[in-house]
């Protein structure tokens, strides 16, 4: 299976900034799109950003002109960079791989999550 490790979250003021981090290992013959979700409590969880393997990229409305989504394909690497945060930012963040593990289909892993609290 493929492991996938996010880091960067922490606490951060309003209008702060956090740069996200998750890394793809284990048995991996090919990643697709990647990408970060979050869930606030109560809520369900819901897509923030993807990026594809050759770098097109989609946000979701709250978040477009804030936050960056960006890859490093050498490194199976997918980064988050979220710039003026607001309270609202504030949830688990969970990564995302579509990978193949094979070389003949295509499935979603799965990050454990990182914490995100924007407050003052």
């Known amino acids: 299976q493929v492991q996938l490790v996010e880091s960067g979250g922490g606490l951060v003021q309003p209008g702060g900034s956090l740069r996200l981090s998750c890394a793809a290992s284990?048995?991996?013959?090919?990643?697709?799109?990647m990408g970060w979700y979050r869930q606030a409590p109560g809520k369900e969880r819901e897509l923030v950003a993807t990026i594809t393997s050759s770098g097109s990229t989609n946000y979701v409305d709250s978040v477009k002109g804030r936050f960056t989504i960006s890859r490093d394909n050498a490194k199976n690497t997918v980064y988050l960079q979220m710039n003026s945060l607001k309270p609202e930012d504030t949830a688990v963040y969970y990564c995302?791989?579509?990978?193949?593990?094979?070389?003949?289909?295509?499935?979603?892993?799965w990050g454990q999550g990182t914490q995100v609290t924007v407050s003052s």
């Open positions: 995302n791989a579509n990978a193949d593990t094979t070389g003949w289909g295509w499935y979603d892993f």
């Open positions: 284990g048995s991996i013959f090919s990643i697709n799109a």
